[in-house]
């Protein structure tokens, strides 16, 4: 029976580096049938927050435009 390490090393899903710290995740929604697919992938802080970011720039751009 193999050992694994009791710290698994985790890298950004965005940028492939590793993450250091405490990691954020993302949320990815797949339909599959009748049915929601939900995946959580870790992000690094620079891309956490850049993510976030742009996310609110989007949803304020189609505020005013609304």
């Keep these: 029976m193999a050992h694994s390490h009791p710290y698994a ?3 950004c899903d965005a940028c492939g580096a590793p993450v250091t710290g405490e990691a954020s995740t993302g949320l990815l929604i797949f339909p599959r049938g009748d049915q929601n697919a939900y995946e959580e992938p870790p992000l690094c802080t620079r891309c956490s927050v850049a ?4 996310a609110l720039e989007r949803w304020a751009e189609e505020e005013e435009e609304g």
Excluded at 51 to 54: A, N
């Design 9 to 11: 090393i985790l890298f």
């Design 51 to 54: 993510i976030g970011v742009t």
